[in-house]
Structures are given as C-alpha cells and as structure tokens.
C-alpha cells in the first residue's frame, strides 16, 4: 500500500463530542434551558463560557452527560430527531441551525488534543505512505486546528476539503463529494485508490471510500451506535497499537487484499 486518506472528525481528532455540544447547547438555547445571556457570552468567543458551558453538557459529572454522548457521530436527522424528543420547546430545525453556526467557532476552540493512537500511528507511517487528510470539514476550520497544533504538523502531506475545491464543491450531494474527494487525494500523489488506505469511523464516509475504490479500516468509537464491520475490510478500536515499525512495513508491503490480515491481531 502506498497511501492513507484520513478522516478528521472522530478519526484525527475528538470533534463528534464537540459537534455534539454545539447540537445541545444551541437546543437547550432555543428551548428557553439556557439563558440568552450565557448563550450570548458563548457566541461572542469567551473561551472560559464555552469551556463552562461545554462541561455543563458533556463533562462526566454533568447531568446532560449521556444524551450528549449519544448525540456524537449521529446523522443530522437522527440528531435533530433525538433533540427534539428531550427538548421539544422551541423554534424550527433552521433557527437552531443559526444558532449553532454561531456558536461553532467557540466549542471547537476549546478542543485542544487530537486522538491520541491515531497521532501514534500516523507519526510512525509518516515518509513510508503518503497521507491525506480527506474532510466535509470546512478549509478554514482545518486551517485552524493546524494553527492551533491540534491536527499535529509534519505528518499529513495533504489536505482535501470537500467544499475547498472548486472541482468538488460543484459536485452535488456529500456522499458524491467524498467519493471525488478520495480520488483526488490519490491523483495528488499519482496512486491508484486501490493501493490508498481509508480510515473513517463513520458508516456514510466507509462507503464513500470503498466506492471510490480504496481499501476501508473502520475506526470505532465508544458512543457510536453503528456497526462498521459490514463497511470495512477491518475494523479497529484504536489505531496506536499499529505504530509498530514491523506494522507499518508490513503494510507498505501489503496489497489491497493483505492489509485486513496485517491489521487484526495487532489492533483491538
Ligand atoms: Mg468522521
């Protein structure tokens, strides 16, 4: 194999649980929970409001801790139909939309570690395969991550934003543009999607990969109620124990029908 393309969301760093807050906080908002002065201060960027308000919502101790949680890495539809099943109060789906667009920048300031196993794994593979970060996440969010050292520098030799690119951004339907979007990470580096590996933890971004071609590894989170092994050649539950240099040698090694029997047995 001569590639990764990486999901970010859930996959490089944390973000499902972030995204997941912003989704209750704008909710609690519109239902009349939280008061439009804390939602204000929240909005207007007071990283220590959206550090407290975050904890109130998704922090172990927090009474709103589980449905939070449960909330991360769902569609929107079922993330729409679960908020509007506790918090029925309140305006349409496209008010909250205003609301959490509001508020977006604030909670994802305050995420400051990325995954730890997969920064592991993907330092060892750096300069053996070429590895593409391949994100619906918007240029200037992943800009800042990098700014910021969340996404760790030196390790990703390519980002492809689905909206970033005026070829893809034409392509109509998200699961159209991730498909185009792998094939693109591939053409930059001249590798054929069959010799490129996908890692992803969700079940629409797994079949985007595989149709565009590449081999699929399944990452799965704690909290994630989809199964992923019917999506993926192999699926894993943390990417550190591939850091190993025989791993990552293998794997180099690997044709697109091996890369399944390198992963099991070392990766839970
Ligand atoms: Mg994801």
């Not at 922090?59 to 539809?77: D, I």
């Not at 390519?158 to 693109?184: D, Q, W």
């Not at 992803?200 to 079949?207: A, E, K, N, Q, T």
């Not at 943390?238 to 029908?257: C, E, S, Y």
Request: hydrophobic content about 45%.
């Amino acid at each position: 194999m001569r590639q990764i393309n990486w999901d970010l969301d859930g996959v490089i760093v944390p973000s499902e649980s972030y995204k997941a807050a912003q989704w209750a906080l704008a909710k609690l908002r519109q239902s009349g929970v939280l008061s439009e002065v804390d939602y204000n201060m929240l909005v207007a960027g007071d990283g220590t409001t959206a550090r407290r308000l975050y904890d109130w919502v998704c922090t172990e101790q927090a009474p709103l801790h589980q449905f939070v949680r449960g909330l991360a890495g769902l569609s929107r539809g079922e993330t729409l139909r679960r908020l509007w099943s506790a918090f029925p109060e309140g305006g349409n789906a496209e008010d909250l939309d205003h609301l959490r667009d509001a508020s977006k920048e604030s909670v994802m300031g305050i995420m400051t570690e990325p995954i730890a196993g997969t920064v592991r794994f993907a330092r060892a593979a750096a300069g053996r395969l070429r590895q593409a970060i391949v994100t619906q996440t918007d240029d200037a969010s992943v800009c800042s991550l990098i700014r910021r050292g969340v996404v760790p520098g030196g390790v990703f030799d390519a980002v492809v934003c689905c909206g970033g690119n005026p070829r893809l951004a034409a392509i109509s339907g998200s699961s159209a543009k991730k498909v185009a979007a792998h094939i693109a990470a591939c053409e930059q580096f001249g590798v054929p999607p069959s010799a490129a590996i996908a890692i992803d933890d969700s079940v629409d971004g797994l079949r985007a990969a595989r149709e565009a071609g590449l081999v699929c590894v399944g990452l799965r989170q704690a909290g994630n109620p989809h199964d992923l092994a019917a999506y993926a050649d192999v699926v894993v539950s943390d990417l550190g124990p591939l850091a190993r240099p025989d791993v990552i040698d293998a794997l180099a090694n690997a044709g697109p029908a091996e890369v399944a029997a390198c992963l099991k047995g070392v990766a839970k």
